[in-house]
């Protein structure tokens, strides 16, 4: 499931999400409008759902939760951008806090 998190998300909603990747959530923040698109197996449908909503692509950042171990990463193929990051994890410091600290918020409170 796939789902947009725009204030601390419910433990029921938290299962749902979690369930495609057995424990694992795919995140994608919007690091400006401090909202994330959690769930699904591929990064690049939760971009898509953040654009339709009114995201703008250069503050739509990849990364994923472990919910089992509380770890993060911060690898996706939509991180790749040749003006901003030149990986498929977030080199920028700044925004890998950010994204980090509105993930733990929204999904972990």
């Known amino acids: 499931m796939l789902l947009i998190i725009r204030s601390k998300i419910d433990s029921e ?3 749902r999400v979690a369930e495609d990747l057995k424990g694992y959530v795919k ?3 919007d690091v400006q409008r401090r909202v994330l698109a959690a769930g699904g197996q591929k990064h690049v449908d939760g971009e898509q759902i953040l654009l339709e909503d009114g995201s703008r692509q ?3 950042w990849g990364a994923g ?3 089992e171990t509380d770890q993060m990463d911060f690898d996706s193929m939509i991180n790749i951008r040749p003006a901003q990051n030149l990986s498929r994890e977030i080199l ?3 925004i890998r806090g950010q994204v980090e600290s509105i ?3 929204l999904l972990k409170g």
């Open 103 to 105: 993930t733990r918020s």
């Open 13 to 15: 909603s938290l299962k």
């Open 65 to 67: 939760l472990d919910l």
């Open 27 to 29: 995140v994608v923040v």
């Open 58 to 60: 250069t503050d739509l």
């Open 92 to 94: 920028d410091q700044g």
